[in-house]
């Protein structure tokens, strides 16, 4: 199983980015998929999650309102939508899948981890 995160970039507080991640070798409904982030020397840490069916999701209390997990399992993709970004949210962003987990919040929930995406929000 193979990760790949792509759509971060510089983007000004307030303003959006959408981050993707495109799963392969195995289709994407078998997994419940998350986000976490990592800050120059910071734990890396949960941002969201999203069970098989897409039905349960479930946000960090940092983000929630202004981040959109979503999932389309037809194009074994995750979406990221993330509105009103602020500086504290500059990390890189990671996408990780579950086999044991539906929407798993802490790192141990997760098997495979994709390479990260840099998100970077200038104020």
């Known amino acids: 199983v193979q990760l790949q995160a792509s759509g971060g970039g510089l983007v000004q507080a307030g303003g959006s980015l959408r981050l993707s991640c495109v799963v392969s070798g195995h289709p994407l409904s078998s997994y419940g998929m998350g986000w976490f982030r990592q800050a120059p020397g910071k734990e890396r840490e949960f941002v969201a999650t999203i069970a098989w069916s897409g039905t349960m999701k479930n946000y960090d209390d940092s983000v929630r309102g202004r981040f959109t997990i979503s999932r389309d399992n037809a194009k074994n993709t995750v979406f990221l939508q993330m509105n009103h970004l602020k500086p504290e949210d500059t990390a890189t962003y990671y996408c990780?899948?579950?086999?044991?987990?539906?929407?798993?919040?802490?790192?141990?929930?997760?098997?495979?981890w994709g390479q990260g995406t840099q998100v970077t929000v200038s104020s």
């Open positions: 990780a899948a579950s086999e044991r987990s539906p929407n798993g919040s802490t790192r141990p929930d997760y098997d495979y």
